[in-house]
C-alpha cells in the first residue's frame, strides 16, 4: 500500500496539510472525517479528553485498515489515518481519516467504513474529564 499512512501523534492535527499530500494531478476527490472534541457528554461540561494507545498494536491495526479500504474498493487511491494521544483541548482534531480517488463514488462508503473500523479494532481508550470527575469511556 505505497503511500499509505497510519499513525499516533501527541501534535496537533495539520487537516490541510493531510489533504494537500493526498490533493494531486489524477485525484479528482479527497473525502475526509474530522473527529473534533466536544464541550459537552451525557449533560457534563466537558474540560478536556486524554487519549492512550498501545503504540504498536494500533499502527498494526491502522495498516490492516488502510488494506481492508483498499480490497474493497480497489478505485481508492490513498489513504490516511491519523490519530490524536495525550491531552486534548475541547474543538482539537481528535482523529482525521482522508481518502483520495480519481471519482468521488466510492469515497464516502470508504471513508464511513474506515472510521468504524478504526473504532472497532484500533487499541485507544478515551478519558473524559469533566467538573467534578472523570472517566475512561468507549469509544462511539
Known amino acids: 500500500m505505497p503511500g499509505d499512512i497510519g499513525t499516533l501523534t501527541e501534535d496537533p492535527i495539520n487537516v490541510e496539510r493531510i489533504i494537500s499530500d493526498l490533493t494531486e494531478p489524477a485525484i479528482g476527490a479527497v473525502a475526509t472525517f474530522v473527529g473534533v472534541v466536544r464541550n459537552t457528554s451525557d449533560d457534563r461540561k466537558v474540560q478536556y479528553l486524554e ?79 469533566w467538573e467534578g470527575g472523570a472517566e475512561w469511556k468507549e469509544e462511539t
Not at 73 to 83: F, M
Open 51 to 129: 487519549y492512550e494507545a498501545y503504540p504498536q498494536m494500533a499502527l498494526a491495526e491502522m495498516r490492516q485498515i488502510c488494506a481492508e479500504v483498499r480490497d474493497r474498493w480497489p478505485t481508492i487511491s490513498r489513504v490516511v489515518i491519523v490519530h490524536r494521544t495525550g491531552r486534548l483541548a475541547v474543538g482539537q482534531s481528535a482523529v482525521v481519516i482522508a481518502l483520495s480517488s480519481a471519482h468521488r463514488r466510492e469515497v464516502f462508503d470508504a471513508l464511513h467504513y474506515a472510521i468504524d473500523r478504526l473504532k472497532e479494532i484500533v487499541p485507544i481508550w478515551k478519558k473524559e474529564v
